[in-house]
């Protein structure tokens, strides 16, 4: 699996990716606005630097990189 071609953070992931994203931000009570997707979908790109992540790992990781307010 790899990075698709796209304008943005969001748009550049595959589809199971944005899946994700979209779950990870109803789980933690966050609405699901493009805005929301673009962020989590950065700081996917940013720990995808160094390699794929298995989903479990990627929420943890993920539960550090991102500020829930």
Not at 39 to 54: F, K, T
Request: hydrophobic share 50%; aromatic share 12%.
């Amino acid at each position: 699996m790899h990075l698709r071609e796209a304008a943005t953070p969001f748009d550049r992931m595959p589809w199971e990716l944005q899946g994700f994203i979209t779950d990870f931000l109803r789980f933690h009570g966050c609405e699901v606005t493009p805005i929301n997707q673009q962020v989590i979908a950065m700081a996917i790109e940013a720990r995808l630097q160094h390699g794929w992540i298995c989903h479990a790992y990627l929420a943890a990781l993920l539960e550090e990189d991102v500020v829930f307010e």
